[in-house]
């Protein structure tokens, strides 16, 4: 079973920059599509950024586009969310997810199966 465990929240400063891992254990990721997910104090969860499983294919909320990058290193079964210029509206907690993909197959960021713990991230004005 797929385990994602989430490293990299802090406290940046508006206009900053954060990189969030997600490191995978107990099966390969080059057959799951992964993506990002956030949550903010009283709101509900929202997906963020998602790669198919070659990473040929991205996903993003319009929120993030264009600041946001989400990456994918199936050889250290590891994917990224490289985050820039920040926006207060950005903080909670993020969430790593995947799932398994059919070949040729990809739906974006639906259905994820297998999701981390959160990492928090605070942006401050």
């Known amino acids: 079973q797929l385990q994602l465990v989430e490293s990299g929240g802090g406290l940046v400063q508006s206009g900053g920059s954060l990189r969030l891992s997600c490191a995978a254990s107990?099966?390969?990721?080059?057959?799951?599509?992964i993506g990002w997910y956030r949550q903010a104090p009283g709101k509900e969860r929202e997906w963020v950024a998602c790669?198919?499983?070659?990473?040929?294919?991205?996903s993003y909320a319009d929120s993030v586009k264009g600041r946001f990058t989400v990456a994918r290193d199936d050889a250290k079964d590891s994917f990224y969310l490289y985050m820039n210029n920040l926006k207060p509206d950005d903080s909670g907690t993020y969430y790593c997810?995947?799932?398994?993909?059919?070949?040729?197959?990809?739906?974006?960021?639906?259905?994820?199966?297998?999701w981390g713990n959160g990492a928090v991230v605070t942006v401050s004005l």
């Open positions: 790669a198919s499983k070659t990473g040929d294919i991205t």
């Open positions: 997810a995947a799932v398994y993909q059919v070949p040729g197959f990809y739906v974006g960021c639906y259905g994820m199966k297998y």
């Open positions: 107990g099966s390969t990721l080059d057959t799951y599509t």
